[in-house]
Nanobody, 119 residues
Framework: QVQLVESGGGLVQAGGSLRLSCAAS????????MGWFRQAPGKEREFVAA????????NYADSVKGRFTISKDNAKNTLYLQMNSLKPEDTAVYCC????????????WGQGTQVTVSS
C-alpha cells in the first residue's frame, strides 16, 4: 500500500508560479512510477507529468512542457511539481498518483489540491 498526500495548491495570478508537493508513505520503492494528473470542472482527468522513482524516465503533457517540472526527493519520499508561467487554463484539482512500473494503471491516488489561476 502507498499513501499519498498533496499540498501546495492555492490561488495565483496568471504568469505566476506554484510548487506542489506529494508526500508518499508506505510501500514506495525504486520500481514505482509517480505522476501528476489534473481535473478541471466539467472536464475529464488528464495526465500532466510522470517520473520513475529512480528518475530515469520523465515525461510531460504537451500543454505543460517548458512550464512545469516534475522532480522528487527520495530521501524525503516526496514528489514535486514546479509550475511556472501559469495560465487560467491550468486551473484544476491536481492529484499525484503511483503505480508499479510493470502496471500501466495508476493504482494509488492522493486526495488532490486545488490550483486556481486568475486572469
Amino acid at each position: 500500500q502507498v499513501q499519498l498526500v498533496e499540498s501546495g495548491g492555492g490561488l495565483v495570478q496568471a504568469g505566476g508560479s506554484l510548487r506542489l508537493s506529494c508526500a508518499a508513505s508506505g510501500r514506495t520503492s525504486s520500481t514505482y512510477a509517480m505522476g501528476w494528473f489534473r481535473q478541471a470542472p466539467g472536464k475529464e482527468r488528464e495526465f500532466v507529468a510522470a517520473i520513475t522513482w529512480s528518475g530515469g524516465s520523465i515525461n510531460y503533457a504537451d500543454s505543460v512542457k517548458g512550464r512545469f517540472t516534475i522532480s522528487k526527493d527520495n530521501a524525503k519520499n516526496t514528489l514535486y511539481l514546479q509550475m511556472n508561467s501559469l495560465k487560467p487554463e491550468d486551473t484544476a484539482v491536481y492529484c499525484c498518483a503511483a503505480r508499479p512500473i510493470w502496471n500501466p494503471t495508476y493504482t494509488y491516488w492522493g486526495q488532490g489540491t486545488q490550483v486556481t489561476v486568475s486572469s
